[in-house]
């Protein structure tokens, strides 16, 4: 059975740093490339980054591009999402999803809720 | 970037009807448009990708069609577990983009 479970998402000021984790199982986590994906209160979906299964491309949205590092630990089937320099429109809760390609998102986390705010 | 328009935005429909969502491409995507379904404080779940492969494991009353800029997401005999926000993605380039929902209601 495919699981992803987010974890380290809470209350940060702006400015501030927080890192997000989404722990794999289930599935060849190497093989798949895997994706973050926010939702800001009562609103739509907005994709934020992928990486490929190797880890060795990755993609940006760019409303995080030079604030957000994805990355993944391939060994620990652990995906991440670095996120600095947060902003009060960063407040949503991040879904990580995996794909079988580049931009399909066929499985989805229960998603971490990170609210920027003073 | 490619926006992605949905419409309607909302719609009330009662349970059996047939329900039609559209969803237009600022550019051509081809064929790499997806449709998920989110139930209210759940996470979206696939339902249809490549503008019209039936996921596995959804209800085969959902289906895709379009290509190009425009596609459209039916579901026949509406359920009740149907009530939910749809959102197309297109896959074709990143940035990756979502419409903004359809929330599709009970009359």
């Known amino acids: 059975e495919v699981q992803l479970v987010e974890s380290g998402g809470g209350l940060v000021q702006p400015g501030g740093s927080l890192r997000l984790s989404c722990a794999a199982s289930?599935?060849?986590?190497?093989?798949?490339?895997m994706n973050w994906i926010r939702q800001a209160p009562g609103k739509g979906l907005e994709w934020v980054s992928t990486?490929?299964?190797?880890?060795?491309?990755?993609y940006y949205a760019d409303s995080v591009k030079g604030r957000f590092t994805i990355s993944r630990d391939n060994s620990r089937n652990t995906l991440f999402l670095q996120m600095n320099s947060l902003r009060a429109e960063d407040t949503a809760i991040y879904y990580c999803?995996?794909?079988?390609?580049?931009?399909?998102?066929?499985?989805w986390g229960q998603g971490t809720l990170v609210t920027v705010s003073s | 970037d490619i926006q992605m328009t949905q419409s309607p935005s909302s719609l009330s429909a009662s349970v059996g009807d047939r329900v039609t969502i559209t969803c237009r491409a600022s550019?051509?995507?081809?064929?790499?448009l997806n449709w998920y379904q989110q139930k209210p404080g759940k996470a979206p779940s696939l339902l249809i990708y490549?503008?019209?492969s039936l996921q596995s494991g959804a209800p085969s009353r959902f289906s895709g069609s379009g290509s190009g800029t425009d596609f459209t997401l039916t579901i026949n005999s509406l359920q009740f577990e149907d009530f939910a926000t749809y959102y197309c993605?297109?896959?074709?380039?990143?940035?990756?983009?979502f419409g903004q929902g359809t929330k599709v209601e009970i009359k």
């Open positions: 999803a995996k794909g079988p390609g580049v931009g399909v998102f066929d499985f």
């Open positions: 289930g599935f060849a986590f190497n093989t798949y490339a």
């Open positions: 990486i490929s299964g190797r880890g060795g491309s990755s």
């Open positions: 550019q051509s995507i081809t064929s790499n």
């Open positions: 490549a503008a019209s």
């Open positions: 993605q297109q896959s074709y380039s990143t940035p990756l983009t």
